[in-house]
């Protein structure tokens, strides 16, 4: 059973900077990509950046892709998020995720497995 465990969250001023990490267990020797993924009250989930397991690709959303870096150690079997330029508009709780799929288009992949999510609140 995979295990995703996120943490890093927590409270950061406007302009601030802050890197979530996601840690996964019981991923099988084959590694499919991962990604983040982040919901506000009131809106949608929203895909923020994936990246490809093996040779550490990045896809970003353009809402974020300039303010926003995601990648791994495959040595710790983790993601990070790294996010500078923190606005009151990225306050969300967010998610990390990855798929069984080993192809396809990371921002629309189906993504089974979920962490529990990490609150990022930012304050103007």
């Known amino acids: 059973q995979v295990l995703l465990v996120e943490s890093g969250g927590g409270l950061v001023q406007a302009g601030g900077s802050l890197t979530l990490s996601c840690a996964a267990s019981g991923r099988t020797s084959v590694h499919p990509p991962m990604a983040w993924f982040r919901q506000a009250p009131g809106k949608a989930r929203e895909f923020l950046a994936g990246i490809w397991w093996n040779d550490g690709r990045p896809v970003y959303a353009g809402s974020v892709k300039d303010r926003f870096t995601i990648y791994r150690d495959k040595a710790k079997n983790t993601m990070y998020l790294q996010m500078s330029s923190l606005k009151p508009e990225d306050t969300a709780i967010y998610f990390c995720?990855?798929?069984?799929?080993?192809?396809?288009?990371?921002?629309?992949?189906?993504?089974?497995?979920w962490g529990q999510g990490t609150q990022v609140t930012v304050s103007s």
């Open positions: 995720a990855t798929t069984s799929q080993t192809w396809g288009t990371l921002a629309v992949m189906s993504y089974e497995f």
